[in-house]
């Protein structure tokens, strides 16, 4: 009876050794696991703007390289990022691009639209 009880206690022990463990493997590895993470806060898509000069800015994590419109730029160490950008009139697309140290990557495309006409009628309306 005491052999079996013994032996009962091993195997619960290895199985619940085992499942921590692995669940301490996954939660260590979970983020080189999903890849690049990317948000971008601002601008949103389809936003019309009024200046020509915007700030695309977001949030990052596990990456290694970030490029927004093929230009590489760089994150705090909270992983936030933000750069002006100057928008030629009528619909702009913006690509940001996050790359981690596997060359998987993480894109996302955004159209906005400068319209400078705009800009004018606020100007000629505030005479």
């Known amino acids: 009876m005491q052999t079996t009880a013994k032996k009962t206690l091993a195997a619960a022990s290895a199985v619940v050794l085992t499942s921590v463990v ?3 493997g996954y939660f260590r590895t979970k983020d ?8 971008i806060t601002t601008p949103k898509n389809g936003e019309m703007f009024a200046s ?3 700030e695309v800015g977001g949030t990052s994590k596990n990456l290694s390289f970030l ?6 730029i760089f994150t705090d160490k909270d992983g936030i990022w ?7 009139p009528g619909v702009n697309i913006i690509e940001v691009r996050a790359t981690d140290r596997f060359a998987r990557e993480n894109k996302q495309v955004l159209r906005v639209v400068y319209d400078n006409d705009a800009q004018q009628v606020k100007s000629s309306s505030s005479l």
């Open 32 to 39: 080189f696991l999903e890849g690049p993470v990317l948000s």
């Open 52 to 54: 020509a000069l915007i």
């Open 22 to 24: 692995l669940g301490y």
């Open 82 to 88: 933000g750069e002006k950008l100057l928008l030629q």
């Open 67 to 72: 490029n927004l419109d093929g230009r590489k």
